[in-house]
């Protein structure tokens, strides 16, 4: 039942600024919760209402608020310090690594100037007042922009720098730039992605959820973006040619939700701006028949001519593969180890359900029944902030990892506005905005509904899924992770969070708990079904993309195999057809830090430490796994 929004995004869409969508859309993966395939009849209606409205990054994404009882000036470990400050071998080429460091000055730039969305996401506010520009000679001119940064950097390094530090920063950026520029021109996402539109929202929402700057400010910006979403929905119909039927299909599910987003906003603006009603009520009025308009036009003009296809392709995935995640292994190599990981957990979870009953005749019986224990309605909220305080004092006890200074996780209820579409959500805050504190949200049980509702809603708040969703979103997982990550002194690694280790880590982490004898086997029984889930978006990813399975081929493996319910599994495999790669990174992510882990402990002996090992890579910021090796081991 994890559900995080890490970025804070509202709609988990293809960013126009295309390397937010390649490094931080993981982040949105979540955002419905996380509903195995038993489920009852009321967890499926949820998941139905979810999907027809925005796809929220959260809990999937919002994870943002507090624990009273676990604040982090408990007794931790001493906390580890930056490379840069712990005193790190210096430079062998000083001139190069300043190099570099001002290339990342540049990159800023080129986001706060060419994606003034993107810009507010990552911290930077000076253009809050502006949307990106979605015009095909606006598009043209971010393109022409960035590739002449990426040429910049062959000729400013003709070679790599000496320093490793310098030399995994240079990688990034470049591999950043090499991906988002090849996707942008094969994808061609103007024309073919129509949910592309509506990612303002997802900006507004970020304006209005993180307190930044005074309300009033955040506010009127708010409102001047808001004025211009007509002339971002007159480009889309300008723009839009023969999208795949199913990106369409996810357009019109977006600009349908944006409705009800805006409105949920009008209690923050009003407040915010008392003195300007009319104003607060004409921008939300635009807006909203803006995307209104939109949802007919693509329904009854775009949809009857959406006959692209959505596979990226051999070549295009073993690109990302390789310049954005740095693989050594291709497509077939990675569906060969989806394949036995699917086999060996669904193996396990047989056992571990036997263990419980040994009469029950499927793990996936066991998990139905095990549902059923959950908190009551009114101690939801507290529950959650024990697990994620036990979880914190086990691994304080464990000192197996280091917590960073002034990292701060508030367990707290989902603001009102945010309920319809998450369970549980985890925000990290933005990576340059001063404010440290990351939030756990989770959604109360609405005492008004029927008790029955009331239980259907309970059973997806169980005791397994709490354990489960407290370590990978908070501690050792996303919050302790990118706690460490947004104190890296490299601008680069703060703005790019490859999710082959950003929710690599974040699993490993769960695998983590299982050998330190953290969980019981009702706990241990669902963090394996999330595990499934894990691997076989390897087969799916690479299926849908390179290997010609159809989308509902892929909808079958996540139902007959994992057991995900079928609303819920069109979701997901909707999402995958927009993502190429991005599934495949959770299990291939793990499954390389355990790489690294079992080579580190063969060069370290007898003076191996699991805290040691977690320092080395939590201090180095979010890096693909292959550079982490190649900086730690000096290869």
Sequence with gaps: MQSAVHTGRIFPDTAFFEPAFRHFYVWSSKVLGRRPAAKVESARKQIDSAISRSRILLLVALTWLAIVACSTKDSAPAPARPPSEAGAAPSHEPNESAAVRALGKEYLDLVVEISPERATELGFHQRDTELDDRSAAGFARALEREQALLDSIGRRFPSEPRDQRARTD??????????????KRERRPLETQPDLYASPLNAIFLMTARDYAPASERAKNVLSRLEKIPAVIEAA?????????????????????????????????????PAEPARVGAALKVAADAYQDYAGFLQKQLLPRSDGQFAAGKDLFGYLLVHDYFLREGPDELYAMGEKLVSEIDAQLTEVARRIDPKSKSWAEVVTRLKANHPRAEALV??????????????????IVEFPPGEELDVIETPAFLRTTITAAYDQPPPFDPVTKGFFFVTPIDLSRPKLEQEQMLREHDHGDQVDTAVHEAYPGHHLQLSFARRHPSLIRKALGPAIFAEGWALYAEELMAELGYYSDEERLFQLEWALVRAARILIDVGLH?????????VSILTDKVRLGRPLALSEVKRYTQSPTQPLSYMTGRQMILKLRERYQARAGGGFTLKRFHSELLTRGTVAPSLLGREIFGD
């Design 546 to 554: 390179v290997r010609g399975m159809s989308f509902d081929e892929a």
């Design 170 to 183: 240079l990688a990034m950026l470049k591999g950043a730039l090499e991906v988002d520029i090849r996707l």
């Design 382 to 399: 507290d529950s959650y902030r024990k697990e994620v305080g036990r979880v914190r004092t086990f691994l304080v006890e464990k000192n």
């Design 237 to 273: 119909k300008t723009n839009l040619k023969r999208p795949p039927r199913v990106w369409t299909e996810i357009g019109i599910e977006r600009a349908r939700s944006a409705k009800s987003f805006l409105g949920e906003q009008r209690e923050f603006l009003q407040k915010s701006l």
